[in-house]
């Protein structure tokens, strides 16, 4: 059954795909034990990591040992691990050292620490009802309460809402006063996407929470998005938009509607990285056949744009089809993107933090929910290259 290839006569590909480390892990580390070269591990084209030989640890650096079983078994956890701590692995074999693995280094790490490009992300799942808006504002918090490593305080936090329902724009107190700017087409990304000579609208600060600057959505938004599709250069005016907000934020998270439209497109022309929220249900992935086609014609804008991680929720371990979902994402869909762990599906603490305007670490701070929420957030970043 396993795939086995022998790289003692021919050198292995280099990069190596993610999918083919499992079945040719031994043959890699004998190469590159033997050779003394290295290899790099990609995943969907980014690199993620390499297998060196052991002399070319730097001899101070602290290193960690792992079987090279345990490796194999536990690719996607390693690999995690070590780009969140950077400290590499050295793999073993019967108890001896053989190879080690070694995180990739960030190409932007000597710039200046000021002039690092704000992270840009959006959430998208054609499917409604999978999770999008509550992921990005319940990750956008949580990134907002932590410190970013190249500035060294709080990340900068943009929310943009692109959705016309308005959910994210809604669920942050925003629309509850009928006289707020929140309501204007001027204060949402409307005006800009039809031109891009408009001044960009200011973001407004979330009612309950201050650290987070958010440009809102309402239902005025919705005639823009048929005219979007009209005339395709204006799907990346978004994309023009953000650079000009280059510098006054860390991470730029943009909730999208449930669409492959005008606005979905606009929003994805925009950002590096998709993250995919499914809700736990087949109807939540049935639409994947389009996913890849849409990021290829986004990338005409983004072009590094890609599917950075698929992110479960509303999550019942003790449901078969529940699991069937994650089998099928880890399975299936790990050549397209990685998997978080799941979050759990807990109704009433959710749907109470949505009612309250709130999220869940203000709502029930010492909920279960809060840690699956914080370990999600440790893994997106690792996942996206930047560390927790
Ligand atoms: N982990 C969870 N457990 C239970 N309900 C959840 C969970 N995550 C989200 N929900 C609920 O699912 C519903 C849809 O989520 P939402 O984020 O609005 O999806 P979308 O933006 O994709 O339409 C909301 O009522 C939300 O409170
Ligand atoms: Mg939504």
Redesign the pocket.
């Given at each position: 059954m396993t795939h086995k290839k022998r790289f003692s006569d021919e050198p292995p590909p280099n990069p190596v795909p993610l999918r083919d480390i499992r079945a040719q892990l031994p043959d890699l580390l004998d190469y590159v034990a033997a050779t003394q070269h290295s290899v790099t591990i990609s995943n969907y084209g980014t690199p993620v990591a390499r297998l060196v030989p052991l002399s070319d640890l730097p001899p101070n650096q602290p290193t960690r040992s792992i079987a090279m079983r345990r490796f194999r078994d536990e690719l996607t956890a390693t690999l995690w691990d070590l780009n969140t701590h950077r400290e590499p692995y050295q793999i073993t074999h019967y108890t001896a050292p053989i190879a080690a693995l070694i995180p990739i280094d960030p190409p932007d790490r000597q710039e200046s620490p000021m002039t690092s490009p704000a992270l840009r992300i959006a959430i998208w799942?054609e499917s409604?009802?999978?999770?999008?808006?509550?992921?990005a504002v319940e990750i956008g918090y949580l990134l907002a309460q932590r410190t970013n490593p190249v500035t060294g305080d709080r990340n900068r936090v943009l929310l943009i809402d692109t959705d016309p329902q308005g959910?994210l724009t809604r669920r942050l107190g925003l629309m509850d006063d009928p006289t707020s700017p929140a309501h204007r087409i001027s204060s949402t990304v409307g005006n800009y996407l039809n031109d891009p000579e408009e001044t960009p609208p200011t973001p407004m600060t979330a009612t309950n929470f201050p650290e987070l600057q958010v440009i809102p959505s309402n239902n005025k938004l919705s005639k823009i998005d048929a005219t979007l599709l009209m005339n395709d250069e204006d799907i990346g005016n978004l994309r023009k938009m953000l650079d000009q907000f280059e510098g006054r934020f860390d991470i730029i998270l943009i909730?999208t509607p449930?669409s492959r439209g005008g606005l979905a497109r606009a929003a994805l022309s925009a950002v590096d990285h998709i993250l995919i929220?499914v809700?736990s249900s087949m109807k939540s992935i049935e639409n994947f056949n389009h996913v890849l086609e849409v990021v290829a014609q986004c990338r005409r804008f983004s072009p590094k744009l890609k599917v950075s991680a698929f992110v479960v929720?509303?999550f019942n371990k003790a449901v078969n089809h529940d699991r069937e979902v994650l089998q099928i994402l880890n399975e299936h869909y790990v050549e397209l993107a990685p998997t978080t762990s799941p979050?759990?599906?807990?109704?009433a603490v959710?749907?109470d933090a949505?009612i309250s305007r709130t999220v869940v670490p203000c709502w029930k701070p010492k909920d279960p929910?809060v840690r699956e929420l914080n370990q999600v957030t440790d893994e997106l970043l690792g996942f996206m290259g930047v560390g927790a």
């Open positions: 799942n409604g009802g999978s999770g999008k808006t509550t992921i959910s909730d449930p929220p809700n929720t509303s979050i759990t599906n807990r109704k959710f749907n949505m929910a």
